[in-house]
Structure formats: C-alpha cells, structure tokens
C-alpha cells in the first residue's frame, strides 16, 4: 500500500488542476512538475521489495487476528509464507536492513504527502473566499509551496534505500500462489488463501475494499451509493473524457467477481465485504470515520477526517447534534459527509464552509431547507436529500453548484415530488436527477440536460407529460427512467380507494424511449401495456406498480432478451395466472421476480422450460393467493423463496412439515414466510 498514497495526491492534483483551470493557471507548470516528480516516486515504489514486505505485514496481522481459528495445519502455512516473503526480499539485500530503510524511508514520504495534501485543501478552502487582489497572491504563495513540496520529494528521493535487483512481480506472486495448496473447504486454507488474494489485489482494488468496510451492521449502501461516495472520495482517478462512475463500478464489479464483496442477504441491491478480509481491511488505518447507532453521541474527533459517516436508528440525541457542529467546524477538509437517519430538522451553518466538500447525505431527515451558503460547495458533487422534510423545496443556491453530478430528492408526503428552481439545465455535468416535479417548464429544460444518466420524474400530470416525454426522448445517454403519475387525489383521501389511487398515465403510447435505457419504472394505471416495451433490447430491469392491467402483462416482457429483474406490484388486477403467463423459453435471462398483488388467488401453472435461470421468486402482501404453480418444482434455478404477508392456509400448503404442496419447492434451498397473522420462518430444504 505505500503506492497507494503517493497515487492519491497525484489525483487530488490532477483534479485540482481540471476543475480550477481558470484560477490555477498561473501554477500549472508547478503542479505538472510535482505530478511527474510522483511518477518517478512510484516507480521507486513498485519495486517488488516494497509489494514482499507490505505482504509480510499482512501476513503477521493475519496471524494475530486469526490464530485463535488457526491450528497447527493453518499456523505452519502462515509461517512458512512469512519465511518465503523473507526469502524473496533477501535476493534484493539483506532482510532486515531492507526491512528497517524502507520502512523508515516510507514513513517519512507518507508525513510529507500527507501534510502536503493537507496544504493543498487548506489553499482550496482559502482560495474560494477571495477575489482580486488576495486571491492573485494566494496563487502565488501557492505555487511557491509547489516547488518547496517539488524540492522536498527529491530530497527524499535522494535518500532512498538501496535495492538490489529482484524478480518481477508477477513472478513473485506465481511462486508464492504455487507453493501453497488451498482447499476452499477447509477453513485454514481457505483463511490463508484469502490472505494471499487480499495482497495480490492492485492498489486501486485495495483502496475501494477499505473503503467499503466503513459500512457494517445495518447500514448498508446500494451499488449506486458506493460508486458516488468512491468518486466522492477521491479514490477513483478523474481523467479527461471518461466518467469515473463508470471505473467506480467496473471496480465494485470485480470486487464481486474476487468473492471479496458479496451480496447481502436481507436488503437488496446492498453488498458487505465477507470475513475475514473486512478483518484485514479494518486493521489499516485510514481517514474515513465511520459512526453507528449515533444516538447514544458523537465524540470531538481532532484528526484530520475525509470521510464521516453517521447514522442513527431513532435520530440524534440533543448531545450529539450539538457535538456534531463542533466536528464539522474542525473538519474543514472533509469530502464525504453522510448523515443518515438522524432526524435533522436543519443544516449547521458550518456545512457551508466545508468547501472540498464533495458528497453530502442527508437522507431521512426533516429538513425543509437548506441554507444559504450551500452555494459555496463548489466541489460538491452528490447532494442527497431523500425522505426530507413535508415541505421541501429546491432553492436557487443549488444553482451554483456547478460541479454537481448527482441530485436524489425526495419528500414523505403526497407524491414525494421536489420542485426545483429553473435554470436546473445550468448543471451541466448533472448525471442523476431523481424526485422532480417536472411541471412549471422543468419538463422541456430536461431536453437540454442530454448528459443525464438517470432520471426520476414524480406527479406526472396531463399539463406537462407531452413535452416530458419529449424531452425524454433527446436524452440518448439516459440509462435508469422512473415515471410515477399524480395521484387521484379524492381517492387517496377514501379509505376504500385502492384501484383509483393512482390516476392513467397520458399519451404513453406515444412515447419513445431512449434506446440505451437499462431500468425503467412505471408507477401508475395504465390502460395496455406499451407496445415500444417489447423493443427494449437492453432493458435488464422493470418495475410496473399499480398499473391494474386486465391483460396478461407477460405476453410483451418475457421475450425481452436482457430482462433481470421484474416486479410487478398491483400490475395486473386478475385473480388467476393461467400458463399463458409463463411459457417455455420466455424470459431466459430473469433472475428475480416479485409479484405483489391484492387480487390474485391462484397462480394455475408454469410451463416446463420457462424461467431458465430464475434464482428468486418473492410474494409481498398477496394476502388471497391460495395455490403456487404446477411446474414449479421445474424451475431447479431457484435458491430462495420469499412469502411475505401470505394467507396461512398457503403456509400450511407449502410446509415441510406434511403440506401437501410442498413437493412444489422442496428443491429450493431457502424458503422465507411471514403470515398475515404473523406467522413467521425459515425453511433450509
């Protein structure tokens, strides 16, 4: 990891430099200069001697974290790994003295750049309160602090230890993973083996696993919510042309893909990185803070912080919202501030002066508004206020905030929709935009935002729903669409109203969507199903919710080639669901399905060879469904069940225990229920 901290001051200047062109470019040359002065310092540091030595560090705290699970099989292996990491930094000079000169050489290359990064946020935050005069000499200063910086890089340079030659890394890491047997089965070997896959991952891989273990427990983030807080975090190189969201998941992706996050198993969509490297990653100290169960207070934290997450199940204690003004006075150079659940009915003033701020969370609050000087986080980049306060609204200082890319709002009354000021097109580098009310004009402004990737649009109404589809329309980048019409607002004031509560979507006939769209929500009644549905080739996920089709929904959407994920909630209002709904080869790539459904009492039968790859079928609130498929027990994919808020009788019917239904899914290995008389378990099959 000595790399690692060398490669994040290049980035920080790197997009210091991007987005401060103007004002920096008088210190351009200064920083280029200090840029390629690092480039020379990491390939010093890619030396394999520094890769054997940062792997035998792991390898001691694996052994103190793990020996009360290791035996004497598991232990010898441990120590035999130590002793080759030694042998390897031995072909490059004696062992110790290596160890001992580099390890001091690092220390004081890590204080420096930290303090010079430091210094850098410090002029970011002093530079932004100045105009003319002030504000050129600054400048100046800056880059004379630039070349000092420059001139104290090379004499440290100049004092690196000696290496002798050694073999390439990738020769290092082949013989290491060849001398050691590893048997996934046996719990020793697997440790070890993990140990040997956490210090093989590259340094950019590395930075994103220790970034996501400040999320345990039940605070859990969603893919879309790790990619911007890793961009947010400086941890994701900015390079001209290219959109660091998308490196951001390409890197969530293969962390999958290395068994080194997974997907949890009670939200989805969220992911947890697995024992034992959560415990590996959690032994290296970083500037990201975590804080749980914020209720009980939120200490002072005097150390320089990047990252504070705070979350709280019943809200923030008087003590601790109090305290929490404290901590952001002292936490000037802070770029991630999340601040969930905590129930805050305003924003400190402090908030905005935290000008390297770059993402800020407020999500289940009571704010109903932000304040004035939210203009002046002109790094802000994420700005989430879901599930704010009743009387939420957007004011023009967001207007300002030109680096912004990604907008979630979201009220708790009516519809949920947020009206934001016009001029919202002004943001250009917006790519997410989620809980408007696209009224007032808001709907034909969106036509000029082309560089939107996803798009939540809330009380779609008659007055504004031509010119919203096409503007909708223009944007060819657009990848996630949600649309949720008005409410019938007489019926959703009736307590017997539930068919009625949402009113028809205008015109969708006549819309065309985006050919690259990837997720599309509807929410609302609609009269037929859309028939541009069926031409949606990159279409992996659908939610239609109380859409009270009378047709067979399923006759358009199982032939959609790259369909993953369906939910269909109050979609189709008939009673029976006859074989026709599932034909052999129809949806060949879904793999989650929930149906949630006041009407349906018997779902007759699935056709053999339909849901060839389903691996999650989920029932919520269908409270009259009496009778599971025939064809079901084919499906042999499927590996978990959900019933919740079920009818009893269909609980007794699919038992374990003598349910006559039961041969349906005995092959499924996790069945979960909860009865509408609150009946609950969990079947293992």
Same mark, same amino acid.
């Given at each position: 990891?000595?790399?690692?901290?060398?490669?994040?001051?290049?980035?920080?200047?790197?997009?210091?430099? &991007?987005? +401060?062109?103007?004002?920096?470019?008088?210190?351009? @040359? $200064?920083?280029? /200069? =200090?840029?390629?002065? %690092? !480039? *020379? #310092?990491?390939?010093?540091?890619?030396?394999?001697?520094?890769?054997?030595?940062?792997?035998?560090?792991?390898?001691?705290?694996?052994?103190? &974290?793990? +020996?009360?699970?290791?035996?004497?099989?598991?232990? @010898? $292996?441990?120590? /035999? =790994?130590?002793?080759? %990491? !030694? *042998? #390897?930094?031995?072909?490059?000079?004696?062992?110790?003295?290596?160890?001992?000169?580099?390890?001091?050489?690092?220390?004081?290359?890590?204080?420096?750049?930290?303090?010079?990064?430091?210094?850098?946020?410090?002029?970011?935050?002093?530079?932004?309160?100045?105009?003319?005069?002030?504000?050129?000499?600054?400048?100046?200063?800056?880059?004379?602090?630039?070349?000092?910086?420059?001139?104290?890089?090379?004499?440290?340079?100049?004092?690196?230890?000696?290496?002798?030659?050694?073999?390439?890394?990738?020769?290092?890491?082949?013989?290491?993973?060849?001398?050691?047997?590893?048997?996934?089965?046996?719990?020793?070997?697997?440790?070890?083996?993990?140990?040997?896959?956490?210090?093989?991952?590259?340094?950019?891989?590395?930075?994103?696993?220790?970034?996501?273990?400040?999320?345990?427990?039940?605070?859990?983030?969603?893919?879309?919510?790790?990619?911007?807080?890793?961009?947010?975090?400086?941890?994701?190189?900015?390079?001209?042309?290219?959109?660091?969201?998308?490196?951001?998941?390409?890197?969530?992706?293969?962390?999958?893909?290395?068994?080194?996050?997974?997907?949890?198993?009670?939200?989805?969509?969220?992911?947890?990185?697995?024992?034992?490297?959560?415990?590996?990653?959690?032994?290296?100290?970083?500037?990201?803070?975590?804080?749980?169960?914020?209720?009980?207070?939120?200490?002072?934290?005097?150390?320089?912080?990047?990252?504070?997450?705070?979350?709280?199940?019943?809200?923030?204690?008087?003590?601790?919202?109090?305290?929490?003004?404290?901590?952001?006075?002292?936490?000037?150079?802070?770029?991630?501030?999340?601040?969930?659940?905590?129930?805050?009915?305003?924003?400190?003033?402090?908030?905005?002066?935290?000008?390297?701020?770059?993402?800020?969370?407020?999500?289940?609050?009571?704010?109903?508004?932000?304040?004035?000087?939210?203009?002046?986080?002109?790094?802000?980049?994420?700005?989430?206020?879901?599930?704010?306060?009743?009387?939420?609204?957007?004011?023009?200082?967001?207007?300002?905030?030109?680096?912004?890319?990604?907008?979630?709002?979201?009220?708790?009354?009516?519809?949920?929709?947020?009206?934001?000021?016009?001029?919202?097109?002004?943001?250009?580098?917006?790519?997410?935009?989620?809980?408007?009310?696209?009224?007032?004009?808001?709907?034909?402004?969106?036509?000029?935002?082309?560089?939107?990737?996803?798009?939540?649009?809330?009380?779609?109404?008659?007055?504004?729903?031509?010119?919203?589809?096409?503007?909708?329309?223009?944007?060819?980048?657009?990848?996630?669409?949600?649309?949720?019409?008005?409410?019938?607002?007489?019926?959703?004031?009736?307590?017997?109203?539930?068919?009625?509560?949402?009113?028809?979507?205008?015109?969708?006939?006549?819309?065309?969507?985006?050919?690259?769209?990837?997720?599309?929500?509807?929410?609302?009644?609609?009269?037929?199903?859309?028939?541009?549905?069926?031409?949606?080739?990159?279409?992996?996920?659908?939610?239609?919710?109380?859409?009270?089709?009378?047709?067979?929904?399923?006759?358009?959407?199982?032939?959609?080639?790259?369909?993953?994920?369906?939910?269909?909630?109050?979609?189709?209002?008939?009673?029976?669901?006859?074989?026709?709904?599932?034909?052999?080869?129809?949806?060949?790539?879904?793999?989650?399905?929930?149906?949630?459904?006041?009407?349906?009492?018997?779902?007759?039968?699935?056709?053999?060879?339909?849901?060839?790859?389903?691996?999650?079928?989920?029932?919520?609130?269908?409270?009259?469904?009496?009778?599971?498929?025939?064809?079901?027990?084919?499906?042999?994919?499927?590996?978990?069940?959900?019933?919740?808020?079920?009818?009893?009788?269909?609980?007794?019917?699919?038992?374990?225990?003598?349910?006559?239904?039961?041969?349906?899914?005995?092959?499924?290995?996790?069945?979960?229920?909860?009865?509408?008389?609150?009946?609950?378990?969990?079947?293992?099959?």
């Amino acid at each position: 990891m000595a790399k690692s901290f060398v490669t994040l001051f290049q980035w920080r200047l790197n997009s210091v430099l &991007l987005q +401060e062109n103007e004002i920096l470019l008088a210190v351009k @040359d $200064q920083i280029l /200069s =200090l840029v390629n002065k %690092l !480039d *020379e #310092v990491g390939s010093f540091l890619g030396h394999p001697v520094f890769w054997t030595l940062h792997a035998r560090e792991m390898a001691e705290s694996f052994l103190k &974290l793990f +020996e009360p699970k290791l035996k004497k099989k598991g232990n @010898d $292996q441990m120590v /035999s =790994l130590i002793r080759q %990491l !030694d *042998e #390897v930094t031995r072909v490059a000079g004696d062992v110790e003295r290596i160890r001992a000169c580099c390890q001091t050489w690092v220390s004081e290359l890590r204080v420096m750049l930290h303090e010079a990064k430091d210094y850098v946020d410090n002029f970011i935050i002093k530079v932004y309160g100045q105009t003319g005069q002030d504000q050129k000499e600054s400048i100046a200063e800056f880059g004379g602090e630039l070349e000092n910086i420059n001139t104290r890089v090379s004499q440290i340079m100049n004092r690196r230890p000696q290496l002798g030659a050694s073999p390439i890394l990738e020769e290092i890491q082949q013989f290491l993973r060849s001398r050691f047997s590893f048997d996934e089965d046996d719990e020793e070997t697997a440790l070890a083996s993990c140990m040997l896959n956490y210090i093989n991952l590259p340094y950019d891989l590395k930075l994103s696993l220790l970034f996501c273990c400040a999320f345990p427990g039940y605070y859990r983030k969603t893919k879309g919510a790790l990619v911007r807080v890793l961009v947010a975090a400086g941890l994701i190189q900015e390079k001209p042309g290219e959109l660091m969201e998308d490196k951001a998941q390409e890197n969530i992706e293969r962390l999958l893909d290395l068994g080194m996050l997974e997907q949890d198993d009670v939200v989805w969509d969220c992911f947890r990185v697995p024992s034992p490297y959560y415990e590996l990653s959690r032994s290296v100290t970083t500037r990201h803070v975590s804080i749980h169960d914020a209720e009980i207070t939120i200490t002072n934290m005097n150390s320089p912080l990047h990252s504070l997450f705070v979350s709280a199940k019943d809200g923030l204690s008087k003590a601790s919202s109090d305290c929490l003004e404290t901590v952001l006075y002292n936490a000037k150079r802070v770029q991630v501030l999340d601040l969930e659940n905590t129930q805050l009915k305003s924003l400190p003033d402090e908030v905005g002066k935290l000008v390297n701020l770059r993402y800020l969370g407020v999500r289940h609050s009571e704010i109903n508004e932000l304040p004035e000087s939210i203009s002046n986080l002109r790094n802000l980049q994420t700005l989430d206020i879901s599930w704010s306060g009743n009387e939420f609204e957007l004011s023009n200082g967001v207007l300002n905030l030109a680096q912004l890319r990604h907008l979630k709002m979201c009220r708790s009354v009516n519809d949920g929709e947020v009206r934001v000021p016009p001029g919202i097109s002004r943001l250009r580098n917006l790519q997410t935009l989620e809980g408007i009310y696209a009224g007032g004009g808001i709907a034909k402004e969106l036509g000029n935002m082309t560089q939107l990737r996803s798009l939540e649009v809330r009380c779609l109404s008659d007055d504004h729903a031509d010119e919203l589809y096409a503007s909708v329309t223009k944007l060819t980048r657009l990848r996630n669409l949600s649309l949720t019409i008005e409410r019938n607002r007489i019926a959703y004031d009736s307590s017997d109203s539930d068919d009625n509560e949402y009113s028809v979507f205008p015109c969708l006939e006549t819309f065309s969507p985006p050919p690259l769209l990837e997720t599309l929500e509807l929410e609302g009644c609609l009269t037929e199903m859309p028939l541009w549905l069926r031409s949606m080739e990159n279409l992996t996920k659908l939610y239609l919710s109380y859409s009270h089709l009378s047709e067979n929904p399923t006759t358009i959407l199982q032939f959609l080639p790259d369909l993953k994920y369906l939910l269909m909630g109050g979609a189709y209002k008939g009673k029976r669901m006859e074989i026709e709904f599932f034909r052999a080869g129809g949806f060949p790539k879904l793999e989650y399905l929930t149906i949630a459904s006041d009407d349906l009492v018997e779902w007759t039968q699935i056709e053999e060879g339909a849901l060839p790859s389903l691996k999650q079928l989920s029932f919520s609130n269908c409270m009259r469904l009496m009778v599971l498929p025939e064809g079901l027990q084919h499906v042999t994919t499927l590996q978990i069940l959900d019933l919740w808020n079920v009818h009893e009788d269909l609980i007794r019917r699919l038992s374990p225990n003598g349910g006559p239904e039961n041969y349906k899914i005995k092959h499924i290995p996790v069945v979960k229920y909860l009865g509408q008389m609150m009946s609950r378990g969990f079947w293992t099959q």
